[in-house]
């Protein structure tokens, strides 16, 4: 099936069901604790966790962690190598039944922004607050979810892994490191649930990978009365110039591949800081310039689109203007979400129990709208759906907010998502090899 293909899934052929006396059980549990689980997320907002806040992270992720210990989880914090200097991640496992699905649920502690205290304001059916919908909301729909199906009879049976993540939003580096826990927690799973902020008609079945790359071009410095000549040749402004319009012009409007420059800077006397993302130039304005940095990032749908792209934008760079010279080197960053029949098998779940509960249909977001998460760590290894948190906007900045209206509503639907693919056995979710499901 090709990745169009899947993307145009149809879940109406699912089909809605009707809800049987356990899930109508499951949802009157999840709207009777409504208060309590918008309490719950007050609690959490009001820790301040940005991601260098180390111990604002952990404390969430101590919160957290108690109620995971009362129904039944075992828990652990997962420190990372002091070479990353992150908080770390919280994971805790609850195993059932032999042989059914094993489902990984990923959510994160940490935000981008750091208020000053408490950032909580309740306004009628939504409430302003850092980390209100990304992604302590996601989080909270993952625990209620929970606490309904613990409720109901039906959390014993089920096999969870679930990973709360310390630094999300700013990874710590080397990445293999930052992402052991979670990679090691897929290994032993069938199929991951992410819970970033989602929307009410679409759930997300592809996610963009992200690379970093930097080009460095090099001239021979020289009297700028000789520029474009044989002995002092283009410069290396002109050279880094020729390449970024090549990659505009011969690369750009393939369907959902993007490439940005962020910064550039070039002269005679010329530093740049990767880490930083920062640089300084001098020169004066009778000289050709000696070197030149582009560094920018690179967005993609699959392994194959990224393998083929760093090739074409290494040809290109390789044709050097007379007299200069250039190289670019390429990071690794976040991999593809793929989309994989496996995905859209699990949206036409999602779609399913959406509709039994009567919320509407979910189709498939469009990947291009969506950049790259924790769950595409783990997309090379097993099927996953992603966007299953709770809904707001303004994620990132001091305005944040949780729609508090459709909070019942993304806990249901999770709640019936997990006990309805719980039921199934892990036969189910064995991965097919595809040319899209690799990265």
Not at 315 to 324: E, K, M, N, S, Y
Not at 405 to 432: D, H, I, N, W
């Amino acid at each position: 099936m090709t990745s169009l293909a899947i993307l145009s899934f149809i879940t109406a052929g699912a089909g809605a069901q009707s809800l049987d006396r356990q899930e109508q059980g499951i949802r009157t549990t999840i709207a009777t604790t409504r208060e309590a689980q918008i309490g719950y997320l007050q609690r959490v907002v009001d820790i301040p966790s940005s991601t260098l806040n180390f111990d604002g992270v952990r404390k969430v992720g101590a919160v957290f962690r108690a109620s995971l210990d009362s129904l039944g989880f075992t828990t652990s914090w997962v420190a990372v190598p002091d070479a990353v200097g992150r908080a770390g991640h919280l994971v805790a496992e609850h195993r059932g039944k032999s042989g059914a699905v094993r489902m990984l649920l990923i959510g994160h502690l940490d935000t981008v922004v750091e208020p000053a205290g408490a950032s909580w304001v309740r306004q009628d059916s939504t409430a302003r607050g850092i980390g209100g919908a990304d992604m302590k909301g996601g989080d909270v729909v993952i625990l209620y979810a929970l606490k309904a199906l613990q409720a109901a009879g039906a959390l014993r049976e089920m096999n969870i892994t679930i990973v709360f993540t310390g630094d999300e939003e700013h990874p710590g580096e080397p990445l293999a490191d930052a992402r052991r826990a979670l990679i090691e927690a897929a290994q032993r799973t069938d199929v991951a649930l992410a819970f970033e902020a989602g929307n009410r008609s679409d759930a997300t079945v592809a996610r963009r990978g992200a690379s970093g790359w930097r080009v460095i071009a090099s001239g021979r410095q020289a009297h700028s009365a000789g520029v474009f000549s044989q002995n002092a040749g283009y410069g290396a402004i002109y050279e880094l110039a020729r390449i970024l319009d090549a990659f505009r012009t011969q690369l750009a409007g393939e369907q959902y591949l993007t490439m940005n420059a962020a910064t550039i800077v070039g002269g005679t006397d010329v530093t740049y800081d990767t880490v930083a993302i920062s640089g300084t130039t001098a020169s004066k304005l009778n000289i050709v310039p000696s070197h030149a940095i582009a560094h920018g990032d690179l967005r993609f749908i699959s392994a194959e689109q990224l393998t083929r792209i760093r090739e074409r934008m290494r040809a290109i760079v390789a044709q050097h203007l007379p007299g200069t010279d250039a190289t670019i080197v390429f990071r690794d960053e976040y991999p593809a979400m793929s989309p994989t029949p496996g995905n859209a098998r699990l949206l036409a779940v999602y779609d399913s129990t959406s509709k039994a509960l009567g919320y509407g249909a979910v189709a498939p977001l469009d990947p291009g709208r969506r950049g790259a998460g924790d769950i595409s760590f783990v997309a090379p290894l097993i099927d996953g759906l992603d966007g299953l948190g709770a809904l707001g906007g303004g994620t990132h900045a001091p305005e944040e907010h949780v729609d508090l209206a459709t909070l019942t509503m993304q806990t249901e639907r999770a709640a019936l998502l997990l006990y309805r693919l719980g039921r199934r056995p892990a036969s189910q979710f064995v991965r097919k090899p595809s040319s899209t499901s690799q990265n």
